[in-house]
């Protein structure tokens, strides 16, 4: 899949971090980006992508619907179980992000990060989808 062709859904609460991500993401080539402002706004874009998104980028605390619960939400459903989920988050317990492993995030990344790092697992995480 080339960079140009991925659609990617931005999930988070604050609007200066999913403007950063996305200005980020399109420095790397990527185009075809959506922002969702929590979980319940993602899901519903998620059910509704045509074509269906190929990646979620979510914060993992946000109000109505955490990036946790997102995440249970997709590998719950037969449709939307393979989707890339990288999980982005300032939560450093491990006990936490051993949570969101065993439910089967594809990558997460420790806020706060720069570029080449999202990018990077953005890539990786591309490659296995």
Same mark, same amino acid.
């Given at each position: !899949?080339?960079?140009?062709?991925?659609?990617?859904?931005i999930v988070d609460?604050?609007?200066?971090?999913?403007?950063?991500?996305?200005?980020?993401?399109a420095d790397g080539g990527y185009t075809l980006i959506d922002e969702a402002c929590d979980g319940e706004q993602a899901w519903m874009r998620i059910q509704e992508a045509t074509p269906p998104y190929? !990646?979620?980028?979510?914060?993992?605390? !946000? =109000? @109505?619907?955490?990036?946790?619960?997102?995440l249970h939400k997709i590998r719950a459903s037969s449709k939307f179980k393979s989707l890339a989920v990288i999980m982005?988050?300032?939560e450093k317990n491990?006990?936490?992000?051993?949570? @969101?492993?065993r439910l089967g995030v594809t990558d997460y990344? @420790?806020? =706060?990060?720069e570029a080449p790092a999202l990018l990077s697992a953005v890539q990786k995480a591309l490659g296995k989808s």
């Amino acid at each position: !899949m080339s960079q140009t062709s991925a659609k990617i859904l931005i999930v988070d609460d604050s609007l200066t971090t999913r403007k950063i991500i996305s200005h980020y993401l399109a420095d790397g080539g990527y185009t075809l980006i959506d922002e969702a402002c929590d979980g319940e706004q993602a899901w519903m874009r998620i059910q509704e992508a045509t074509p269906p998104y190929d !990646m979620i980028i979510a914060d993992w605390h !946000m =109000p @109505v619907l955490s990036g946790f619960e997102l995440l249970h939400k997709i590998r719950a459903s037969s449709k939307f179980k393979s989707l890339a989920v990288i999980m982005a988050t300032a939560e450093k317990n491990k006990e936490e992000i051993d949570k @969101v492993l065993r439910l089967g995030v594809t990558d997460y990344l @420790v806020k =706060p990060y720069e570029a080449p790092a999202l990018l990077s697992a953005v890539q990786k995480a591309l490659g296995k989808s």
